[in-house]
């Protein structure tokens, strides 16, 4: 099959739904999507590897010059989040000189936790030894950051070694009074004619979506239930009705602006980014 633009596919809960439809609803012979970690698409974006992925809007950020972003659409939280969450063996008030398990799969959410750490908690960076892992749970660390279905299934699963749980998209709606957006949908630059009415094409069915889950929430539920069995059917219909937003709008664009501001003020971003979209054909 002659594909001509590959999509990079967050493998988690929060994306089943818009991928669901894109692939077995409204299937397009012309594109195909490469299935990873957060992590792992932020590198196959950059290096070329894909061309166009619901990355970490961090990533947007430190390759700005070469990227686009889709309007209106993005992962984010409005309050809670419920998958990008901070597991502490001691409350996160006591963490200085204490040892912290970074997940390896995330970029912006890794970055989120040291930002709300260093601003509304006081810390410093070289009050926190932060590790980065695999396997958070496992490092023997004080506090574990968990994110995607790792964090819902410790949700529906906690550890008894765990017992100080804080959700990072309430900590940031707490303090900021904002939306948190953890991923946006970037695509390169360099993309030929031909590949930008491919991706205009998908932003469209990307917006059809997002319509489809809100009048057919129980057959989506049904298939991610399917698809993701360790995850009750009430559980998955919370998560996308109350936790998960895929909307950027004026509020998340704010949040995301705030977010920037914050990550070059501690030396996480050496410029505050632009924000570049995709131009209406």
């Given at each position: 099959?002659?594909?001509?633009?590959?999509?990079g596919?967050?493998?988690?809960?929060n994306?089943?739904?818009l991928?669901?439809?894109?692939?077995?609803?409204?299937?397009?012979?012309e594109i195909?999507?490469?299935?990873?970690h957060?992590?792992?698409?932020?590198?196959l974006?950059?290096?070329?590897?894909i061309?166009l992925s619901?990355?970490?809007?961090?990533?947007?950020?430190?390759?700005?010059?070469?990227?686009?972003?889709?309007?209106?659409?993005?992962i984010?939280?409005?309050?809670?989040v419920?998958?990008?969450?901070?597991?502490?063996?001691?409350?996160?008030e006591?963490?200085?000189?204490?040892?912290?398990?970074l997940?390896?799969?995330s970029l912006?959410s890794?970055?989120?936790?040291?930002?709300?750490?260093?601003?509304w908690?006081?810390?410093?960076?070289?009050d926190i030894?932060?590790?980065t892992?695999?396997?958070?749970?496992?490092?023997?660390?004080?506090?574990a950051l968990?994110?995607?279905?790792?964090?819902?299934?410790?949700?529906?699963?906690?550890?008894?070694?765990?017992?100080?749980?804080?959700?990072?998209?309430?900590?940031?709606?707490?303090?900021t009074?904002l939306?948190f957006?953890?991923?946006?949908?970037?695509g390169?630059?360099d993309?030929?004619?031909?590949?930008?009415?491919?991706?205009?094409?998908?932003?469209?069915?990307?917006g059809?979506a997002?319509?489809?889950?809100?009048?057919?929430?129980?057959?989506?539920?049904s298939?991610?239930?399917?698809r993701?069995p360790?995850?009750?059917?009430?559980?998955?219909?919370?998560?996308w009705?109350?936790?998960?937003?895929?909307?950027?709008d004026?509020?998340a664009?704010?949040?995301?602006e705030?977010?920037?501001?914050?990550?070059h003020?501690y030396?996480?971003?050496?410029?505050?980014?632009?924000?570049?979209?995709?131009?209406?054909?």
């Amino acid at each position: 099959m002659n594909h001509r633009l590959t999509v990079g596919e967050i493998a988690y809960l929060n994306c089943f739904p818009l991928f669901h439809y894109l692939k077995y609803r409204r299937p397009d012979p012309e594109i195909r999507y490469l299935p990873g970690h957060p992590a792992d698409l932020n590198r196959l974006l950059a290096a070329g590897g894909i061309d166009l992925s619901p990355s970490s809007s961090l990533a947007y950020a430190l390759d700005e010059e070469n990227c686009f972003i889709l309007p209106d659409l993005a992962i984010a939280s409005r309050e809670r989040v419920d998958s990008v969450l901070l597991a502490g063996r001691i409350p996160i008030e006591e963490l200085a000189g204490r040892k912290l398990a970074l997940t390896s799969h995330s970029l912006t959410s890794v970055n989120l936790l040291k930002i709300i750490l260093f601003t509304w908690y006081g810390y410093t960076r070289q009050d926190i030894d932060f590790a980065t892992t695999t396997t958070p749970l496992a490092t023997g660390g004080d506090g574990a950051l968990l994110i995607g279905d790792e964090a819902l299934a410790f949700r529906c699963r906690p550890e008894a070694g765990y017992p100080h749980v804080y959700d990072l998209g309430t900590l940031w709606r707490r303090h900021t009074g904002l939306p948190f957006v953890y991923a946006l949908w970037i695509g390169r630059r360099d993309l030929d004619a031909g590949r930008i009415e491919l991706v205009r094409r998908l932003h469209r069915r990307l917006g059809e979506a997002r319509s489809y889950l809100q009048a057919n929430p129980d057959e989506l539920i049904s298939a991610a239930a399917a698809r993701y069995p360790q995850f009750p059917p009430a559980l998955i219909r919370s998560y996308w009705q109350h936790s998960i937003s895929w909307d950027l709008d004026d509020d998340a664009r704010r949040g995301l602006e705030r977010f920037y501001r914050l990550a070059h003020r501690y030396g996480l971003l050496e410029r505050i980014p632009a924000l570049h979209f995709l131009a209406a054909s």
